[in-house]
């Protein structure tokens, strides 16, 4: 054997050496590749779902935009509610005006009938012993701050007599 021989023996086993590393590196980075690719690809694939999820809810979002456009205005819904509203307070309003007519009509006949009964009590005799002097009397008296029952002693009166003439002549 030759140092030619073995030279070419060496140089041999090296390139077989680097064609195995270089076979090797090749495989590593393919399998990093392919691992960078399936990355690249469910990235992709995801970002494809998320743009048909996209797509439909725009689609759905025209669809309901579609039918809305078939909705009340401002203007149409608050005539909508004005017009509801005086319809339920239509009913009320009419039930008020009836109540307040019966209210007046209530107070004019309790007003007669007051008047009928001052009238009626204006009528009622004044008993005998009561005269326009004593009845001057009577309110002097109390307006000076005697009592019922002193009035009554000192004109020779019922205390029912002197309350009486009080109350007619609205003193007391």
Not at 39 to 45: N, R
Not at 114 to 134: C, R, T, W
Not at 145 to 154: A, C, M, W
């Amino acid at each position: 054997m030759s140092l030619e021989d073995i030279n070419v023996e060496h140089l041999v086993v090296a390139m077989a050496a680097m064609i195995l590393y270089l076979i090797y590196y090749v495989f590593t980075k393919d399998s990093e590749y392919n691992k960078n690719i399936r990355s690249v690809a469910t990235v992709a694939e995801e970002l494809n779902r998320e743009i048909f999820y996209l797509k439909k809810q725009l689609s759905d979002t025209q669809a309901g935009i579609k039918k809305n456009i078939n909705r009340m205005s401002d203007d149409e819904i608050y005539q909508e509610v004005e017009r509801t509203v005086y319809d339920m307070v239509k009913p009320i309003s009419l039930s008020l005006k009836r109540l307040e007519e019966s209210i007046l009509t209530i107070d004019e006949h309790i007003n007669s009938r007051i008047s009928s009964l001052e009238s009626g009590v204006k009528q009622i005799s004044i008993p005998a012993s009561i005269h326009g002097n004593d009845d001057e009397k009577i309110i002097s008296l109390y307006k000076q701050g005697v009592t019922l029952d002193t009035i009554s002693k000192e004109l020779h009166i019922s205390k029912a007599e002197v309350e009486f003439v009080l109350k007619i002549n609205k003193i007391k």
